[in-house]
């Protein structure tokens, strides 16, 4: 029997200028750039930048209108660097439809790509008026039911779980220990704030608190009781007026390289 192979996730962090840098002074290191699904820009980036990177798609599942003209785009990008996985975000908006939607959707990605390549990943949800998604997409046994029921890899967002349960008073970790972890494929970690209109965020500096998550999270994947993720990308820092408030690169000259340390601590770096 061959020996299991030790568990070494790539270290990801979202592209930004800032990131980019940090990285040309040498001020920090990781191993991809995660990009989002803009063609022109992965094409800026793969002719300009001499490291790696990877695309992450804007697919979701179960939402009003399913973007099956992307599909076409998506088959370009994919094998771009890194880029070996079509994620979908799981955001049924009808309690009453979401599931059998769902499970119509993966069937067309699966037309597509192959079963292996596609990963389903938990969104977050807000109690607000109006808000397009349903709760259902906040209950971890429905994401399980639909990962594990169609065989996909999962995709795990932690300030997507911290939001879901600040909004629904429950406690994160037995939150995360009820997702399908048996399926993770890819860790996204980054902080959870609110913004000057008083409204939770994601992608915000890490704070104590959260940094206890990712140190339990990270914990679970080191003892092997969750499966050990192809990559684990901060999710801080990005490009235009979404994300210039968010790219502080004295924020990603400290936090990328504490994760880092937490990786190499557990034997995962």
Request: contains cysteine.
């Amino acid at each position: 029997m061959l020996p299991e192979q030790p568990c070494r996730p790539l270290l990801a962090i979202n592209y930004s200028p800032q990131a980019l840098s940090l990285l040309n002074e040498g001020l920090i290191n990781f191993d991809l750039f995660k990009l989002p699904d803009w063609p022109d820009l992965v094409n800026e980036i793969q002719s300009s930048f001499e490291g790696e990177v990877y695309v992450h798609f804007d697919f979701h599942l179960g939402a009003q209108g399913f973007e099956k003209s992307k599909i076409t785009e998506a088959k370009k990008l994919l094998g771009i660097g890194k880029t070996t996985h079509i994620n979908t975000h799981f955001a049924p908006s009808n309690p009453e439809e979401s599931l059998n939607q769902v499970s119509d959707e993966i069937e067309e990605l699966l037309s597509h790509f192959d079963r292996d390549q596609i990963l389903i990943e938990n969104v977050p949800w807000i109690n607000v008026p109006d808000y397009p998604i349903d709760p259902l997409a906040s209950k971890p046994q429905a994401i399980a039911r639909v990962v594990r029921e169609t065989g996909c890899g999962f995709l795990m967002d932690l300030a997507h779980a911290k939001i879901t349960c600040l909004e629904e008073n429950l406690q994160i970790e037995p939150y995360l220990s009820a997702l399908p972890t048996e399926h993770l494929q890819e860790l996204h970690v980054t902080g959870v704030n609110r913004d000057s209109n008083g409204n939770l965020r994601d992608s915000m500096p890490i704070t104590p608190e959260d940094w206890e998550t990712v140190e339990w999270s990270l914990d679970r994947i080191a003892s092997g009781e969750w499966r050990c993720p192809r990559i684990i990308t901060l999710e801080y820092g990005g490009i235009g007026p979404k994300f210039e408030w968010r790219s502080d690169p004295d924020v990603i000259a400290q936090q990328l390289p504490q994760l880092e340390r937490l990786l190499l601590e557990r034997g995962l770096r």
